[in-house]
């Protein structure tokens, strides 16, 4: 009797562990496309060409490698729409004597993996997910030896000496675990500055693409353009450019943002990882070996390997060590709904309609913009932090909830009161101003604070912070801007609230006084 190995969506990696072991003449290989998955948010139409097409592409290549599949197209008329509905389909046809899978990735896709022994009556064997460096038991022990106060670099500093990455004799490269303070450096044009390939859809993409355009009509975004690889060789062809061409200047320029320029000096590369096409590790081990061959300098490759064994690990482990209620945390008590321009772009405020334009159109946009203009701008404003989570997860073609949901709540919301983050990330135009060349592109005035053309972000700086005092200022990271507000007159106070009134009382138009 077979052994049934159902393959998730993000588990696109030819070595999953629940395949380890096992014997392509005894098992079955079930691959299902289905409409709990497609629909639970409103995704992306990229987003969801790119994780069907990835799909169907590692179907093709696990049967060319000698396995058996049985695989699900989403517009199968006999489609039961759920996993656990196709799951029960596939025990009827090929009657296995046990089901092994890897891991969920999110609690629920978890619990419902739970539930398969009981509904189906045979073993049910769940595998760790080994292309991860912490197991959740690893990330549990280290969070709770830290008395409730976690800090990432600590965290980071262990998978670091884990891996042997950027270790000499046992001591940090350099002589120092964190370049950070070297790489907040802003760009200018450049003619010659590298892009990222662009793949043409082949055949079944194409196929993809109209099922998306035909099923999905209402979800965000737009289909135009697509180009994203599918294949885990065109990813590593796409890897091979970002090291060859923008890892030596990423670090000094990957916070910086351009006026038309969507990836600058980043990889693009998260999506492949996160859906499983490329190996975490190993792309931390071939940026390491740039800067020991000279090629990549220290900062820019600690950067790099920091965003993945540091922060992508870290938000992982945040998610599965807090729990399935760490959604509904809101330590601000936020409850504005988002502007109805997070969906169009439609913005006067040039920086937001940069980075949500490009969001719509592409599925992409780097940290930065997501935590400095989307995410800041929503945190200023007091949007509820449960409908930008969802909101980040819908618009983004490498979100998943394992490490969208604390990136969003946690570090960019501050939904979790300090636990992922030490303070809010947020700030005036003046830090859009420094990082990017927005604001000389925008009809709001960044050096004003109050006036009809003042840029929004000042106002709403300062009247966040006096919102939230009582539970802010106490705070030692934001003593320094509480000391500034308390050197405000009250007359400057007062106009400085009344701004920030006016334009959250005008969030969804976009004239004078409000967008």
């Not at 120092?176 to 079944?204: C, H, S, T, V, Y």
């Not at 994203?228 to 890892?247: G, I, K, M, S």
């Not at 200023?380 to 618009?395: K, N, R």
């Not at 972000?457 to 005092?469: K, M, Q, T």
Request: charged content about 25%; proline content about 6%; aromatic content about 12%.
């Amino acid at each position: 009797m077979p052994v049934l190995v159902p393959i998730l969506g993000d588990q696109l990696s030819p070595d999953i562990s629940a395949l380890h072991g096992a014997d392509p003449a005894t098992t079955v290989v079930l691959m299902v496309e289905v409409a709990d998955e497609t629909t639970y948010v409103r995704h992306h139409k990229q987003k969801l060409a790119f994780i069907l097409s990835a799909m169907r592409h590692h179907a093709a290549a696990l049967r060319e490698a000698g396995w058996r599949l049985d695989y699900v197209a989403l517009d199968d008329p006999d489609n039961s729409g759920s996993f656990t509905g196709e799951v029960a389909r596939a025990i009827t046809r090929h009657a296995p004597d046990r089901i092994c899978v890897t891991e969920a990735g999110e609690w629920r896709v978890a619990a419902m993996l739970d539930q398969w022994q009981t509904l189906f009556g045979i073993p049910v064997k769940v595998r760790p997910d080994t292309r991860f460096l912490a197991g959740h038991a690893e990330f549990a022990d280290w969070a709770d030896r830290q008395k409730g106060r976690l800090v990432m670099e600590g965290f980071y500093r262990r998978m670091r000496e884990k891996t042997g990455l950027l270790l000499d004799n046992g001591k940090p490269a350099g002589g120092r675990w964190n370049f950070d303070k070297e790489n907040r450096k802003p760009a200018k044009g450049d003619l010659f500055m590298p892009q990222p390939l662009a793949f043409a859809p082949d055949a079944i993409t194409a196929e993809v693409l109209d099922l998306v355009a035909r099923r999905f009509p209402d979800h965000p975004g737009s289909l135009d353009g697509f180009d994203w690889a599918v294949t885990a060789a065109d990813a590593e062809r796409q890897a091979d450019v970002f090291f060859a061409q923008a890892l030596p200047l990423f670090g000094d320029f990957e916070d910086a943002m351009l006026t038309g320029e969507r990836h600058l000096w980043h990889s693009i590369l998260s999506p492949y990882i996160n859906a499983g096409l490329l190996d975490p590790l190993d792309l931390c081990r071939r940026a390491e070996a740039e800067y020991r061959a000279g090629r990549a300098p220290l900062n820019s490759v600690e950067g790099y390997i920091r965003q993945i064994i540091g922060w992508r690990e870290y938000m992982r482990g945040i998610y599965w060590w807090t729990g399935p209620d760490y959604v509904r945390r809101n330590y601000l008590e936020h409850t504005r709904n988002l502007p109805s321009w997070y969906w169009t772009g439609d913005t006067d405020a040039h920086c937001l309609k940069e980075a949500i334009g490009q969001t719509l159109a592409t599925a992409h946009a780097h940290h930065i913009q997501r935590l400095m203009v989307t995410g800041n701008f929503a945190l200023l404003i007091g949007a509820d932090p449960a409908q930008v989570h969802q909101w980040y997860l819908e618009v983004y073609i490498d979100a998943y909830e394992w490490v969208e949901l604390p990136n969003t709540l946690g570090m960019s919301q501050y939904g979790d009161g300090g636990l992922l983050g030490t303070k809010p990330y947020i700030s005036s135009g003046a830090y859009i101003t420094r990082m990017s060349d927005y604001c000389g592109k925008c009809r709001y005035d960044v050096t004003k604070r109050v006036g009809e053309d003042a840029c929004p972000f000042n106002a709403l700086y300062w009247d966040f912070l006096a919102r939230h005092e009582d539970k802010l200022r106490p705070n030692p990271r934001l003593r320094m801007p509480y000391r500034t507000w308390d050197r405000f007159s009250p007359a400057a106070r007062q106009a400085t609230r009344a701004q920030a009134a006016a334009f959250l009382d005008n969030l969804d138009a976009r004239g004078p006084g409000g967008y």
